[in-house]
């Protein structure tokens, strides 16, 4: 999306943050441990001047298949505010995360639509 200057000139228009959740699944650990990857990913959200919302409690499960070695992972989820143009980054951020098994970054719809 663009805007025009007085001049006619385009410029393209900063993006709204929008509301997202992330869906993750960590390796298993110590909780000090799990707590450092969760802090990561709200400060790096924080850093784009994004927003943490809530997150919902760790729970650790058994896996349906082994990924890679573990059979184990600990499941949880985020909701946070951010600028479309850095949803791009978090992802590629969350791929390098090792202590994280598999992640989905969703919008959360708005009320009535």
């Known amino acids: 999306m663009n805007s025009k200057s007085k001049s006619g000139i385009l410029f393209p228009m900063q993006s709204e943050p929008k509301l997202y959740e992330v869906y993750y699944v960590l ?3 110590t909780e000090e441990e799990l707590t450092s990857t969760i802090e ?3 400060k790096y959200i924080e850093e784009k001047s994004g927003r943490s919302l809530e997150e919902s409690r ?3 499960r058994r896996l349906s298949y082994p990924i890679g070695k573990d059979s184990e992972g600990v499941f949880g989820s ?3 505010f951010l600028k479309t143009d850095d949803l791009a ?3 590629e951020k969350l791929n390098r ?3 994280l098994i598999r992640h989905m970054v969703t919008v959360v719809p ?3 639509s």
């Open 78 to 80: 985020m909701k946070f």
């Open 27 to 29: 390796k298993g650990g």
């Open 58 to 60: 760790l729970i650790k």
């Open 40 to 42: 990561q990913v709200r």
């Open 110 to 112: 708005a009320p009535g």
């Open 89 to 91: 980054e978090l992802s």
């Open 97 to 99: 995360e090792e202590r």
